[in-house]
């Protein structure tokens, strides 16, 4: 960019599907992908004469998601329209939450990449409680001008996150959606799934420069139609660029343009223009007139922060504390969710060795859950099965190699770690014999003995070679002693 | 507080509603005597009434999370203009401008 130093100034507002079984004001199924306009009735689909009543459950676990964004609780909160019309928002407004809403001022603080140093907090605006629209669907099928409208999502339950303008750079914001997405689903409020759409991010950017005639900002840009964390820091990268060049070319500066809106296009990895974004005043919000306030009294948000589970921030300082990991090894049992923490967890408990067991996490486990698309849950090895799998590699009974063989076995079959060992012919070789095989090998292999005795300790590897070919189940390490063993003891006059 | 005509002009452009002159004239007269008599509230000293959220003194009115049937699909469509056989048909929308 140019000589005028720069800083990138991002908020973000994010939309995430509750995790209900009904929709927020009726109760119609809000399961994915049923067949289109299934899963409407009276209510979502704004008939007259139809009345919405709030989902106990979406205010639940809104409010845990904002307890654990560490937001104020208000004791009331109200429900507001906002008009506009869109085709697929069939009432010509929709509820959200205006002026009071469920709660506000919190934040989240990102772990330091470099697992050191402090914390960055991003403050939250506020969290509020609001409805879906339903999908529309441009259909240039046989020359239709048309637009397809599904319904089934209109009415569906969503908190809506905004934060302040705390974030500085592209890479910072991915940051931190991975620990907001990771927070939610610790809290188990949503699946946080942008695929199917319940996870949804706009983002707000502009640049302020330092100029020689003083700090000036560019105009603000939202940016929607991002689909991936990934889509969010190009997108913002490539608006950072764009926003730098304009401002060189036609120098205009914040208030100076009305907030444009613009659209990220993933295959050419630009954000074209869309509409200018309309006033707030233009949404004529009014209180919602066939909802009631909700009230929240302070008891009950004490209640629900003393129920909240260990957070990814808490289990990420446990596993370093109580398990000896170190923060990055930590970092990466966490942001595989919940369950795998515990796994690993149960794992330690029944005697595994803390480090072998994450590592084994990291590698076997996780290749495994990823080749089959199994979760941990659905692994067919207990966490004692795999601790006591690791507690025979730790006391030398079995070899990595052959472990992991073991291991693959275990999933295969569901097998225990006695019956898979069996069933691979591993048994462990008894010393007698083992002592036989490297004496024979020696005797055979005389130039490598000579090497040995010439400094070449290396030459070894090769007979663990010849020694695992005749006999699968030796340990490399104990033929690699014994054998050092038995040249250092023919040395000796 | 005056009403002005294009005042009238943005909010029936919001209200999707296309006014001929004539009317959107006449339609500021009738809207500016209807915000007049609203605005009368102004003269009540309200300093001491707690802001209130809805008329009814109600509050916590909520249900359970438990499915319900939902509308028959033929049911849902049948009313509208155009629709095909799982959707509604609309005229296309590109972005839309408001």
């Not at chain 1, 000589?3 to 599907?17: M, R």
Request: proline content about 6%; some cysteine; overall charge negative.
């Amino acid at each position: 960019m140019s000589a005028a130093a720069f800083t990138t100034v991002i908020g973000l507002e994010v939309h995430v599907q509750l995790k209900t079984r009904t929709k927020l004001f009726c109760r119609c199924s809000t399961q994915f992908g049923a067949p289109p306009n299934t899963q409407t009735c009276e209510v979502c689909l704004g008939l007259p004469g139809s009345l919405p009543v709030m989902n106990r459950r979406a205010v639940e676990l809104a409010l845990r998601a904002a307890v654990a964004l560490h937001c104020d609780i208000p004791t009331l909160t109200k429900w507001d329209r906002k008009n506009y019309y869109y085709p697929d928002l069939p009432k010509g407004y929709q509820i959200s939450q205006y002026d009071l809403p469920l709660s506000r001022d919190g934040y989240l603080d990102l772990p330091d990449p470099q697992g050191a140093g402090t914390p960055r907090r991003v403050r939250i605006l506020r969290a509020h409680l609001e409805e879906d629209a339903g999908k529309s669907m441009h259909d240039e099928v046989a020359g239709h001008a048309d637009s397809r409208i599904d319904l089934n999502r209109a009415g569906t339950p969503l908190l809506e996150i905004v934060t302040q303008p705390d974030l500085r750079s592209p890479t910072e914001a991915r940051f931190f959606l991975n620990e907001l997405k990771l927070l939610l689903s610790y809290l188990d409020v949503s699946d946080c799934n942008m695929q199917e759409g319940s996870l949804r991010v706009d983002a707000n950017v502009n640049l302020h420069l330092d100029t020689p005639r003083g700090r000036v900002a560019t105009p603000i840009v939202e940016i929607k139609n991002m689909n991936s964390f990934r889509a969010v820091e190009r997108a913002l990268a490539y608006e950072a660029q764009r926003q730098g060049d304009e401002w060189r070319t036609t120098g205009r500066t914040l208030g100076e343009v009305p907030k444009q809106t613009r659209g990220w296009d993933d295959q050419a990895q630009v954000t074209r223009g869309q509409r200018h974004k309309e006033e707030s005043s233009d949404y004529r919000y009014f209180p919602e007139p066939d909802l009631v306030p909700v009230t929240v009294r302070p008891e009950e948000v004490a209640a629900v922060r003393a129920a909240l589970t260990a957070l990814p921030a808490t289990r990420r300082a446990q596993l370093v504390a109580h398990h000896g990991l170190d923060p990055y090894d930590a970092d990466v049992l966490v942001n595989q969710g919940p369950a795998l923490v515990d796994y690993f967890e149960q794992t330690v408990a029944c005697g595994a060795d803390a480090r072998r067991a994450s590592n084994w996490l990291q590698q076997d486990v996780l290749r495994t859950l990823n080749e089959r698309g199994l979760t941990i849950q659905q692994l067919p090895v207990p966490a004692a099965g795999l601790a006591e799998l690791l507690r025979s590699v730790a006391a030398g009974e079995l070899e990595t190699t052959r472990a992991r063989q073991v291991f693959q076995r275990m999933v295969e079959t569901g097998a225990t770690v006695a019956a898979a060992r069996q069933a691979l012919g591993i048994v462990q070789v008894a010393s007698e014999d083992l002592l036989e095989l490297c004496r024979t090998l020696l005797a055979e292999h005389p130039h490598i003995v000579r090497d040995v005795r010439g400094g070449k300790t290396q030459a070894l590897g090769a007979l663990i070679g010849k020694a695992r070919q005749r006999n699968p189940n030796v340990d490399p390490a104990r033929v690699k002693a014994i054998c050092s063993e038995l040249i250092a003891a023919a040395d000796t006059p | 507080m005056s009403l002005t005509r294009q005042d009238v002009e943005k909010v029936s452009l919001l209200a999707r509603l296309q006014l001929p002159p004539a009317q959107l004239d006449a339609m500021t007269v009738h809207l500016a005597r209807i915000v007049a008599y609203v605005e009368q509230l102004q003269e009540l000293d309200t300093r001491d009434v707690p802001p209130l959220a809805h008329a009814l003194d109600l509050e916590n009115v909520l249900a359970d999370d438990t499915l319900a049937p939902s509308l028959d699909r033929e049911e849902a469509l049948r009313n509208a203009p155009k629709r095909d056989v799982e959707c509604y048909r609309v005229p296309a929308v590109l972005g839309g401008d408001f």
